[in-house]
C-alpha cells in the first residue's frame, strides 16, 4: 500500500477527470488491487480485493492530510468502491457526491455517477482516444460534411467531442437506453440539441438501419469485452469487423477498441485481417500515462484503420 500512500502525499487536485494512482498497471507491486481517480471534486479509491477498515482508515487520514495541503477549508469528498468476487461495494467515505455531477476533459462536460455500479459514466483510460477523435475531426476542412458512427456509444462522450471538433452527424448505437438518455444530457450540457442521433438498438440486428445512414468517415467501434447477452469479444468481434468496409467513405477512418486484459492486440488485428483486408492498419493509439502498465497487451487497446481511397 505504500506507493498508493506516497502518490497520495505527493498529487495535486486536478481540475478536470483522471486517474491519479493505477496499481492495476503492475507498476507498484503490492498494490495491484488498487485506483484513485479523482471526479472533481470528488476522489473515488477502488479496490479489486476485499481490504479490511485499518487499511481504509490508513488510506483516508492520507487523503485528509493532502487535501488539508492543497485545499485548506475545503471539505474532502472520497468515495470506496470494492470490486471482488463479483461483487460490488459503494460507499461514501467522506463529505458529499454532487448531484447532479458533472466533471470536465479537454474542456468537455460529462455527467458521472460515482455512488452506483462499476462504470461512472466515463471512461478515463480512453481520454487519448477522445482527443484522437478531436483533432482528426478538427483537421477535416469546415466546409465538409463530416459523418461519424459511434457503435457501443454508451454515454456518447466520443459523440460529443466530435461535435464540438466540427462533425456534421453523429450516429450512436447502444443496446443501454438508459445509457444513452445519459448521452442525450450530456450533448445538452455542451450546447448541442441537434447534429447527433440515438438508436438503442441491438447492432446485430440493426446493420440495415445502420448501413442505410452511411458512408461514415469515421467508425468507432468500443464493445464491452464480455457482457453477456450484448457481446462477447472472443465470439462477436469477428461479425462485428467484417461490417466496417461496407460502413465506411473512402479513406474514412475506423477506430478499433477493447479492453480485455486476455486478449492482445494480434486478436484485433488477426481478425481485421482475415474479416476486413481492404482497410489498412495505420497505427496503434497511446493510452494517458497515468495508465502505465508492465504489460501493455493487457491494457486497453486503441487500433487505428483506414479505408482505401476510390
Given at each position: 500500500m505504500q506507493a498508493l500512500l506516497d502518490t497520495i502525499a505527493t498529487m495535486d487536485l486536478p481540475a478536470d477527470a483522471q486517474r491519479i494512482f493505477h496499481g492495476r498497471g503492475g507498476l507498484h507491486p503490492g498494490?495491484?488491487?488498487?485506483?484513485?481517480?479523482?471526479?472533481?471534486p470528488v476522489l473515488v479509491l477502488t479496490s479489486f480485493q476485499p481490504v479490511d477498515d485499518a487499511a481504509l482508515?490508513?488510506?483516508?487520514?492520507?487523503?485528509?492530510a493532502r487535501w488539508a495541503q492543497r485545499a485548506p477549508g475545503q471539505a474532502l469528498n472520497w468515495v470506496f468502491q470494492c470490486r471482488a468476487e463479483g461483487q460490488t461495494d459503494t460507499r461514501l467515505m467522506a463529505g458529499a457526491v454532487p448531484d447532479p455531477h458533472v466533471v470536465s476533459e479537454a474542456g468537455t462536460l460529462y455527467k458521472v455517477?460515482?455512488?452506483?455500479?462499476?462504470?461512472?459514466?466515463?471512461?478515463?483510460?480512453?481520454?487519448?482516444g477522445r482527443r484522437w477523435v478531436r483533432q482528426h475531426v478538427a483537421a477535416h476542412p469546415k466546409t465538409y460534411a463530416f459523418k461519424v458512427l459511434n457503435?457501443?456509444?454508451?454515454?456518447?462522450a466520443f459523440s460529443v467531442v466530435a461535435l464540438q471538433a466540427g462533425a456534421k452527424q453523429v450516429v450512436n448505437v447502444d443496446m443501454g437506453q438508459g445509457a444513452l438518455a445519459i448521452g442525450q444530457q450530456n450533448h445538452r450540457l455542451n450546447?448541442?440539441?441537434?447534429?447527433?442521433?440515438?438508436?438503442?438498438h441491438d447492432i446485430f440486428?440493426?446493420?440495415g438501419k445502420i448501413t442505410r445512414g452511411g458512408p461514415y468517415d469515421l467508425v468507432i467501434v468500443d464493445p464491452p469485452s464480455y457482457q453477456k447477452?450484448?457481446?462477447v469479444a472472443t465470439k462477436d468481434y469477428a461479425r462485428l469487423v467484417r461490417r466496417l468496409p461496407e460502413l465506411l467513405a473512402p479513406e474514412g477512418h475506423a477506430l478499433v477498441c477493447?479492453?480485455?486484459?486476455?486478449?492482445?492486440?494480434?486478436?484485433l488485428q488477426t481478425h481485421l485481417q482475415e474479416q476486413a483486408p481492404t482497410l489498412r492498419f495505420v497505427q496503434r493509439l497511446p493510452n494517458p500515462a497515468t495508465f502505465a502498465d508492465a504489460s501493455p497487451e493487457r491494457a486497453l487497446k486503441v487500433l487505428l484503420y483506414q479505408a482505401p481511397p476510390l
Open positions: 498494490c495491484e488491487h488498487w485506483t484513485l481517480d479523482a471526479y472533481p482508515a490508513t488510506i483516508g487520514t492520507a487523503l485528509a455517477y460515482v455512488l452506483r455500479g462499476q462504470n461512472h459514466g466515463l471512461f478515463l483510460d480512453m481520454a487519448e457503435l457501443f456509444a454508451y454515454t456518447c450546447g448541442f440539441n441537434t447534429g447527433a442521433s440515438f438508436l438503442a440486428k440493426t446493420w447477452g450484448s457481446f477493447l479492453n480485455a486484459p486476455e486478449l492482445d492486440t494480434a486478436f
